[in-house]
């Protein structure tokens, strides 16, 4: 079974909707990753969580939020998706104690029409 | 100027060349990671380095920190080697992974 998983792989939804994105992981680590990937732009971070009760902006965070409902566990929400949100979405962990190795998941494809 | 650039952005090699992926970054790191995505979208990473060389099979990564650049080397290419190769540092201002745009890689049989 895979470390991380992340549901739903694929989603089309329209403009205005609410829409969550979720994260698991079995490896145990406490660092957590919400990143979204556009052609030509490369990975970019969206928040990021170090533990339960600690939780980041990143580069991009306007118009998203995010839940640490457990240490194994860190959904994504689009509050009001809108059509430039479509995007290849990535979770990813790493363990404070092992350096900044990261898993990532599969990825979640979006579009926002 | 982004703060971690690579190059090239594009290599189309034929299965046998031996490959080199370059990558420049202009932030204070503590680490180098190198990452593959393959063509269905799935990361993963290769190598995290600070300094020196690192070797698993036919990849090798080196990174020399007084020049700011580390590469990524594939001997004997094959086509199974086709994916997106991605450099990122970590040890920026928030701490985190700042990745390379990637450099797409495709080896012709």
């Known amino acids: 079974d895979a470390d991380v998983t992340q549901t739903p792989r694929n989603r089309i939804t329209k403009t205005g909707k609410r829409i969550m994105l979720e994260c698991s992981q079995t490896k145990g680590h406490d660092r957590m990753y919400w990143y979204r990937q556009d052609p030509g732009l490369g990975l970019r971070l969206i928040y990021y969580?170090?533990?339960?009760?600690?939780?980041n902006k990143g580069e991009i965070s306007d118009g998203y939020s995010v839940s640490r409902q457990a240490q194994a566990k860190f959904s994504l929400s689009l509050e009001s998706a809108i059509p430039n949100q479509t995007a290849l979405y990535f979770c990813?962990?790493?363990?404070?104690?092992?350096?900044?190795?990261?898993?990532f998941g599969p990825g979640t494809r979006l579009l926002v029409l | 100027k982004n703060e971690v650039e690579q190059s090239p952005q594009n290599l189309t090699a034929q299965e046998g060349e031996f490959i080199t992926i370059n990558c420049s970054y202009s932030v204070g790191i503590s680490a180098l990671h190198w990452l593959q995505q393959h063509p269905g979208g799935g990361i993963v990473s290769l190598f995290m380095?600070?300094?020196g060389k690192k070797k698993h099979g036919r990849l090798i990564a080196t990174i020399n920190i007084q020049e700011k650049h580390s590469s990524l080397h594939i001997t004997a290419s094959h086509p199974r080697d086709s994916a997106v190769y991605i450099c990122a540092a970590y040890g920026g201002s928030q701490g985190n992974l700042i990745f390379g745009k990637g450099t797409k890689l495709s080896v012709k049989p």
């Open positions: 990813a962990t790493s363990d404070t104690r092992g350096g900044e190795t990261q898993y």
């Open positions: 969580s170090f533990d339960v009760k600690d939780i």
């Open positions: 380095l600070s300094s």
